[in-house]
């Protein structure tokens, strides 16, 4: 037996709008835990999907298990390529004292510390840079047959090397996961979403040639 893990001693590196960043004591600082805090959601959640929370425990976490099974199996699926999958690695899941969360290979930036997310990039001005990248990164998503829910800026981060990896928002939300079993269906949709990134970076789209242009 271990012990839950109290989050109340640690301080977050970093948090987005629903989920707090740790690095956790004895674990190095490649890993990193995501903790999502369900308790004001389902604090307002209607009596039907409170009975469902109650009866079925787990899918509160239905969102970062869909996650969790996008990462495996495009690892999985790219065997010798695996190393070029723009996802981080999944070093698997932690009972916490604030619920389950998942452990995940921290990202790591040129100096050291969390990898600069492309919001950040844009910015301090390096959107120019960020063009090539960026191309080689959708193409990346594209190939590996990732579906993405959430392209936005603030869920890609940059490696050392100038890699492109998306950090959240890779799933398929779908009832029906469409997407997930076709390959024409994903790039279509990742197209739509390759549109809405570019509207948000004030850059231009092309569809035909699948790139980002200034
Ligand atoms: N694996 C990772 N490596 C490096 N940095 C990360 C990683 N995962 C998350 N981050 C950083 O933490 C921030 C918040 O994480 P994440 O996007 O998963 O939280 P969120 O609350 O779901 O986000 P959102 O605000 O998009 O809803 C990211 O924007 C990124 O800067
Ligand atoms: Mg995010």
Known sequence: MT?????????????????????????GDGVLLKIQDYTAEERDQKPLKRLRRRLIPQSRYRMMAREVAMQETRYLRAGDRAAELPLPLFHGYLATQQGIGALWQA????????????????????????IAPLNRFVAALSEFHVVVADLNPRNIVLDPKGRMVMVDGFLDQA??????????LNDRRLNAACTY??????????????????
């Open 3 to 27: 012990t839950l893990l109290n989050l109340d001693d640690l301080t977050p590196v970093t948090a987005g709008t629903r989920r707090r960043v740790y690095l956790v004591p004895g674990m």
């Open 197 to 214: 990134l570019a509207g948000r970076l004030d850059v231009t789209w092309d569809p035909r040639s699948r790139s980002f242009a200034l």
């Open 175 to 184: 009832a029906l996961p469409l997407r997930s079993w076709s390959r024409s």
């Open 107 to 130: 990202v790591r930036g040129p100096d050291g510390t969390l990898a600069p997310t492309l919001k950040s990039r844009v910015k301090r001005g390096q959107l120019p840079e960020m």
